[in-house]
């Protein structure tokens, strides 16, 4: 995943009152952070600092390839936490990096959707190593006054017309993408999760890649990047995320998004603990307190995804009139299932073969794509 690091946006506290049970006051203590950026705002980092005494200091991960590498840095123990997505969860498991969690610790756990509570990319033989946090979908983002009529599908993003006007993630998991297009358009192929491969599928999904290079505008990095892209003419389509959405929208540029017909990818993140960390006490307030529903509000308005706590709804309603059904929070259970969550592809098919490609070998033929 490349949620990289955006343009500073202002954000205004909140001044509702909502305790947050389970986080009390102590002396000290420091948290080192990785974090995509937006998860680390001050309107819920200071509230916590002042309640706990435990210091934040983020630095922020511009996509999980560079999160797993800072997270083994200099042996480990440099970094307390990480806000880590599918793609990136299960590196970190595997590889010893953070530690197993106990749910009973945080309060509000009890209140996060059955689905979020032990999900494959943070549960290992019913071990909890972290507390999952936000999701959201992977949207077709597109100029409303330039691409008409509305696109149903991403193949709108793989047709000649919008040459040059084309942009997409730079991010190898982006072949999930185009293995999902081809999983509805091309059923002949047999892919059944986009993230599990066998070479045959893999090949023909980085085909459809490069067909479609000539059109891009911009493999973007930054989702300012991308913002910068559509507020310019540069780009008139795109695979974007729902905070491009709403920075454009409040730009009044002309754009509105939505999930084809095909479905989509997406996140489902994870706040995770070091192994190595001296400052348990402290992370398990973050963990916490990032889970309340108040702080769950907050963070779904500000960066247009989708909070895991049930409760989060109303006060997400009362914060911004209409977001819980805008960022789907009360949606049911048939849109999550249309999103098909990021995952580190690996050699196991999951259906006793393992022929499937793993995420070195995306790595390098997204590198190669790209010339």
């Given at each position: 995943?490349?949620?990289?690091m955006w343009?500073f946006v ?6 509702l ?6 986080i009390?006051k102590q002396?000290?203590?420091t948290l ?12 819920w ?16 991960g ?5 999160m797993?590498?800072?997270?083994r840095?200099g042996g480990?123990?440099?970094y307390?936490?990480v806000?880590?997505s ?10 010893k990096?953070?530690?197993?969690v ?6 509000d756990f ?15 033989g ?9 999701w959201?979908?992977?949207?077709l ?10 696109p ?11 040459k ?26 047999g ?7 066998n070479k045959?599928?893999f090949?023909?999904?980085i ?13 973007w ?11 310019n003419g540069?780009a008139?389509?795109g695979?974007?995320?729902?905070y ?5 929208i409040a ?13 989509a990818t ?35 308005i ?9 409760k989060?709804c109303?006060?997400?309603d ?5 977001s819980?059904a805008?960022?789907?929070a009360?949606?049911p259970l048939q849109?999550f ?7 580190t592809?690996?050699?196991d098919?999951g ?6 490609m ?5 790595q ?7 010339g």
């Open positions: 995943m490349t949620k990289r343009a202002a954000t205004v506290a909140v001044g009152a909502f305790p947050a049970a389970g009390t002396h000290g203590g080192n952070m990785i974090a995509w950026e937006g998860y680390t705002q001050p309107q980092v200071k509230p916590f600092t002042k309640k706990t005494g435990c210091t934040v200091h983020a630095k922020y511009g996509s999980s390839d560079e797993v590498t800072l997270m840095s480990g123990g440099q307390d936490m806000s880590a599918g793609d990136a969860s299960l590196r970190l498991i595997y590889g990096d953070v530690q197993v106990d749910p009973s610790k945080i309060p009890k209140n996060f959707g059955k689905a979020f509570q032990s999900p494959p990319n943070n549960t290992v019913g071990k909890h190593y972290g507390i999952s946090l936000q959201g979908p992977n949207t983002l597109y100029n409303t006054k330039k691409v008409t009529p509305a149903t599908s991403w193949g709108a993003i793989y047709d000649p017309k919008y040059g006007k084309v942009t997409v993630p730079d991010n190898p998991i982006q072949i999930a993408d185009a293995a999902l297009y081809l999983m509805k358009t091309q059923p002949s192929l892919i059944k999760d986009p993230y599990e491969l045959t599928q090949d023909a999904a085909a459809l890649l490069k067909k479609q290079k000539p059109l891009i505008k911009k493999y990095g930054l989702a300012s990047d991308e913002i910068d892209l559509f507020k540069d008139v389509i695979a974007s995320w729902p491009q959405t709403n920075t454009l730009a009044k540029a002309p754009v509105k998004d939505v999930v084809p017909k095909e479905g997406g996140w489902l993140d994870t706040w995770m603990v070091s192994s190595k960390t001296k400052n348990l006490d402290c992370a398990y307030k973050w963990l916490a307190w990032i889970s309340t529903p108040k702080v769950q509000a907050q963070q779904a500000y960066f247009g995804e989708t909070p895991v706590n049930s989060a109303a006060i997400m009362t914060l911004s009139k209409g819980c805008q960022y789907h009360n949606a849109y299932k249309q999103i098909h969550f990021w995952k592809p690996i050699a098919c259906n006793g073969q393992k022929n499937c793993d995420y070195t070998k995306w390098q033929a997204w590198t190669q794509l790209k």
